[in-house]
């Protein structure tokens, strides 16, 4: 009889953007978690009026299993956040997030910049690639899924990034 895999369960994590603003999330650790040479994923969900939850997802525990952290981030615009905070649709802004979610990771985990890394899903595309490209040394790499909110900043916010891939749209 096999047993049913159950995974890790993620952590709630909060910390404040620069400009005052408090985000959450969800941090998954792995179970052989060292903080030398550690690795993080910060995913950045589509919408962006949808929102992370502490859902079990396949890809989140495959990487956790391989001694990745992951962070989900309810940047601004996500639902379940409050009235006020979903009605951010400015993607700087839901940028800067994601530099205070690889701050968190800096501070608490002591993860180096080039040691953590960019996966973003539709919208999240566009948010992903705003933030990279607004400084690449501040992440290791990118991962770009269902692409087709990126379309519009893509080939100009790009220019910098030396090695790229995007999957499934445009």
């Given at each position: 009889?096999?047993?049913?895999?159950a995974?890790?369960?993620?952590?709630f994590?909060?910390?404040?953007?620069?400009?005052?603003?408090?985000?959450?999330g969800?941090?998954?650790?792995?179970?052989?978690?060292?903080?030398?040479?550690?690795?993080?994923?910060?995913?950045?969900?589509?919408?962006p009026?949808?929102?992370e939850?502490?859902?079990?997802n396949a890809?989140?525990?495959?990487?956790?299993?391989?001694?990745?952290?992951?962070?989900?981030l309810?940047?601004?615009?996500?639902?379940?956040?409050?009235a006020?905070?979903?009605?951010?649709?400015d993607?700087q802004?839901?940028?800067?997030?994601?530099?205070?979610?690889?701050?968190?990771?800096?501070?608490?985990?002591?993860?180096?910049?080039?040691?953590?890394?960019?996966w973003?899903?539709?919208?999240?595309?566009?948010?992903a690639?705003?933030?990279?490209?607004r400084?690449p040394?501040?992440?290791g790499?990118?991962?770009?899924?269902?692409?087709?909110a990126?379309?519009?900043?893509?080939?100009r916010?790009?220019?910098?990034?030396?090695?790229?891939?995007a999957?499934?749209?445009e």
């Open positions: 009889t096999r047993k049913a895999f995974g890790q369960k993620p952590a994590v909060s910390f404040v953007a620069p400009d005052g603003i408090k985000l959450q969800f941090l998954w650790v792995p179970a052989r978690a060292t903080s030398m040479e550690a690795t993080a994923i910060i995913y950045v969900h589509g919408g009026h949808l929102s939850s502490p859902k079990w890809g989140t525990q495959l990487l956790v299993l391989n001694g990745i952290y992951v962070l989900t309810n940047y601004r615009g996500s639902t379940n956040q409050g006020s905070f979903e009605k951010w649709s993607v802004a839901q940028a800067e997030d994601i530099f205070a979610a690889r701050q968190y990771l800096k501070s608490t985990l002591g993860i180096a910049n080039d040691r953590v890394f960019l973003g899903s539709s919208y999240g595309t566009a948010v690639i705003t933030a990279l490209a400084s040394n501040d992440f790499g990118i991962v770009l899924l269902s692409t087709i990126a379309s519009s900043v893509a080939d916010a790009l220019e910098s990034v030396k090695v790229r891939a999957f499934h749209g």
